[in-house]
T-cell receptor, first 113, second 110 residues
Framework: DVKVTQSSRYLVKRTGEKVFLECVQDMDHENMFWYRQDPGLGLRLIYFSYDVKMKEKGDIPEGYSVSREKKERFSLILESASTNQTSMYLC????????????FGPGTRLTVL | QKEVEQNSGPLSVPEGAIASLNCTYSDRGSQSFFWYRQYSGKSPELIMFIYSNGDKEDGRFTAQLNKASQYVSLLIRDSQPSDSATYLCAVAGTASKLTFGTGTRLQVTL
């Protein structure tokens, strides 16, 4: 089974803090994705990566950056957290040979005070 | 402009009935279509995918795809209370990215 893990289930940070959300997958997937999910807005793509050290902006990259130093690990960084970044953050991975099926981690509920 | 549209619901069906969930998409070039189930407070989990026009069955679930009408649906037979969740439709576009609908909340009543 594909396993995608995220570093925290719940996180509370203060405005202006630098926040790191980490995601690890154990299936050697090339593609990794970061989404945020908000009520009424659905899943929105923040950043994605096709390979180590590669990154592409998604639909809402403002205020975020990412890092992918190793194939299995994809980190989302909030350089200076703001209250409007309070959300559920979901990481996913997929395989180029897997027909674009994405597998999700458990999610991190981030609250910025 | 939304690219994947779903009725937000809630869709309420009695236990044992067939639940029909619908999704339309705007990108005529889309090739792959997915249904995910998401329980409250949990992450989405894949139910099934479909690539070709027609029906695809997996247990109590049937996905239906009509590319000419840009329409994909999910039927759940013999609905159970444990099927109560939000169902997300996703469409694969360019570069392995998925575009998700906002989901339909299904309630299966006793």
């Amino acid at each position: 089974d594909v396993k995608v893990t995220q570093s925290s289930r719940y996180l509370v940070k203060r405005t202006g803090e630098k926040v790191f959300l980490e995601c690890v997958q154990d299936m050697d997937h090339e593609n990794m994705f970061w989404y945020r999910q908000d009520p009424g807005l659905g899943l929105r793509l923040i950043y994605f990566s096709y390979d180590v050290k590669m990154k592409e902006k998604g639909d809402i990259p403002e205020g975020y950056s990412v890092s992918r130093e190793k194939k299995e690990r994809f980190s989302l960084i909030l350089e200076s957290a703001s209250t409007n970044q309070t959300s559920m953050y979901l990481c996913a991975s997929s395989d180029r040979l897997g027909g674009d099926t994405q597998y999700f981690g458990p999610g991190t509920r981030l609250t910025v005070l | 402009q939304k690219e994947v549209e779903q009725n937000s619901g809630p869709l309420s069906v009695p236990e044992g009935a067939i639940a029909s969930l619908n999704c339309t998409y705007s990108d005529r070039g889309s090739q792959s279509f997915f249904w995910y189930r998401q329980y409250s407070g949990k992450s989405p989990e894949l139910i099934m995918f479909i690539y070709s026009n027609g029906d695809k069955e997996d247990g109590r679930f049937t996905a239906q795809l009509n590319k000419a009408s840009q329409y994909v649906s999910l039927l759940i037979r013999d609905s159970q209370p444990s099927d109560s969740a939000t169902y997300l439709c996703a469409v694969a576009g360019t570069a392995s990215k998925l575009t998700f609908g906002t989901g339909t909340r299904l309630q299966v009543t006793l």
